[in-house]
């Protein structure tokens, strides 16, 4: 069981927007920004959106993020079946002094 | 280039010890904190531990805590996990990932390629 709660999967079809959801409570994502990170098969995690809402360089502008009390959202527009991957959310948690995940969301482009 | 690249996993029986290494380069490796996450074979990620650059404070999870060390080695540019009494639920790929800047701990941007450990007899 984990700490951040996501949906198990998401699916869409080429061109539309999809919004995964991550849960979580005061001591992590209401005390701390959210970090969501792509997990293409077969490969590591590579950083999507840190600080919430912040993207790294080379980061397309299709993939949002956005932080209201203790839940996060990534946001895809214009999805494209590359964007096939799994989806983790994670953040700080001052009650167990450590990072956790979500339990992951696997995005699949129908 | 940053580069991060991961070494010393393999089978060990239940009980057992192994230590982790984790080579960086491109970056000046003393700055920044760094960190052990693993995956167990078809699940989701989990955080095991991290050791900051500017002080050396180290954090664990509850699942590791007591059991595995890790700590670093600025002189080399080598992070290392020391893994002791393992057990088969410690099986995953294990990744080192350092942070996004020097003022952050949390914010994973760069990952290696992973090494496996399996525990079992």
């Known amino acids: 069981q984990s700490v951040l709660t996501q949906p198990p999967s998401a699916s869409g079809t080429p061109g539309q927007r999809v919004t995964i959801s991550c849960s979580g409570s005061?001591?992590?994502?209401?005390?701390?920004?959210v970090n969501w990170y792509q997990q293409l098969p077969g490969t590591a995690p590579k950083l999507l959106i840190y600080?919430?809402?912040q993207r790294p360089s080379g980061v397309p502008d299709r993939f949002s993020g956005s932080k209201s009390g203790t839940s996060a959202s990534l946001a895809i527009s214009g999805l494209q079946s590359d964007d096939e991957a799994d989806y983790y959310c994670?953040?700080?948690?001052?009650?167990?002094?450590?990072?956790?995940f979500g339990g992951g969301t696997k995005l699949t482009v129908l | 280039e940053v580069q991060l690249l991961e070494s010393g996993g393999g089978l060990v029986q239940p009980g057992g010890s192994l230590r982790l290494s984790c080579a960086a380069s491109g970056f000046t490796f003393s700055s920044y904190a760094v960190s052990w996450a693993r995956q167990a074979p078809g699940k989701g990620l989990e955080w095991v531990s991290t050791?900051?650059?500017?002080?050396?404070?180290?954090y664990y999870a509850d699942s590791v805590k007591g059991r595995f060390t890790i700590s670093r080695d600025n002189s080399r540019n080598t992070l290392y996990l020391q893994m002791n009494s393992l057990r088969p639920e410690d099986t995953a790929v294990y990744y080192c990932a350092r942070s996004l800047d020097t003022t952050t701990r949390a914010r994973f941007a760069y990952w290696g390629q992973g090494t496996l450990v399996t525990v079992s007899s």
């Open positions: 600080s919430s809402n």
């Open positions: 050791i900051r650059g500017s002080d050396g404070s180290t």
């Open positions: 994670g953040a700080w948690d001052d009650s167990l002094n450590g990072v956790v």
């Open positions: 005061s001591s992590n994502i209401g005390s701390h920004t």
